[in-house]
């Protein structure tokens, strides 16, 4: 089954404690790409990666690395959390965007809920 | 002000009847507005999508872009309980084919039986 698949689904820190989110994806898509949802903001970019190794900051990356050291998989690190970083957060993938080209399909995981206290 | 505009709703309506989902948004580069559906507890899941202005019918979904009134909406027919969801705009520029979106914040739709 084509998927993204996200890990943990929840989790609940502490303030300043290191944390990974797994994200991967079995579609073979070359643009990955991460998102926090919050209350009648909708979803805004943290990050994306285009391909492997190439990956660039979208409106909100503040607090937050990624890398791409494979295709497949593409974490998101919060080296030292703090509260307003409390939200839901997806990880999506897609074939890359061609300029003038047809739209391509974003596929979103499961959101994975954080908490830092 | 954000780029997106969208009600949040809760818009709650009895089944059968016809819903209007409404986005406006400020950026007049954006060519592809997308509508997203996202159910409790779920990832955001491509509804439908158009290019440029006009019409596009998917059996009971209707999406419609008014590229002059930087206006888009999205039409229900015949609305079901299994509708309930959250409904997210979304629109990218031509130049990259939709791998940088920009969202609406989502407007919750309750179909009472």
């Known amino acids: 089954e084509a998927q993204v698949t996200q890990n943990p689904r929840y989790l609940i820190t502490v303030t300043g404690k290191k944390l990974t989110v797994t994200c991967s994806q079995n579609m073979n898509h070359e643009y990955m790409s991460w998102y926090r949802q919050d209350p009648g903001l909708g979803l805004r970019q943290i990050y994306y990666?285009?391909?492997?190794?190439?990956?660039d900051k979208g409106d909100v990356p503040e607090g937050y690395k990624v890398s791409r050291k494979e295709k497949r998989n593409f974490p998101l690190i919060l080296e030292s959390p703090s509260p307003n970083q409390t939200s839901l957060y997806f990880c999506?993938?897609?074939?890359?965007?061609?300029?003038?080209?047809?739209?391509?399909?974003?596929?979103f995981g499961p959101g994975t809920r954080l908490t830092v206290l | 002000q954000k780029e997106v505009e969208q009600d949040p709703g809760p818009l709650s309506v009895p089944e059968g009847a016809i819903v209007s989902l409404n986005c406006t948004y400020s950026n007049s580069a954006f060519q592809y507005f997308m509508w997203y559906r996202q159910y409790s507890r779920k990832g955001p899941e491509l509804l439908m999508y158009t290019y440029s202005s006009g019409n596009k019918e998917d059996g009971r979904f209707t999406a419609q872009v008014d590229k002059s009134s930087k206006y888009i909406s999205l039409f229900i027919r015949d609305s079901q309980p299994s509708d309930s969801a959250t409904y997210l705009c979304?629109?990218?520029?031509?130049?990259?084919?939709?791998?940088?979106?920009?969202f609406g914040g989502g407007t919750r739709l309750m179909v009472k039986p």
């Open positions: 979304a629109m990218t520029q031509i130049n990259n084919a939709g791998n940088m979106l920009t």
């Open positions: 999506a993938s897609s074939l890359p965007g061609l300029a003038g080209g047809p739209l391509n399909e974003q596929f």
């Open positions: 990666s285009m391909n492997v190794e190439v990956t």
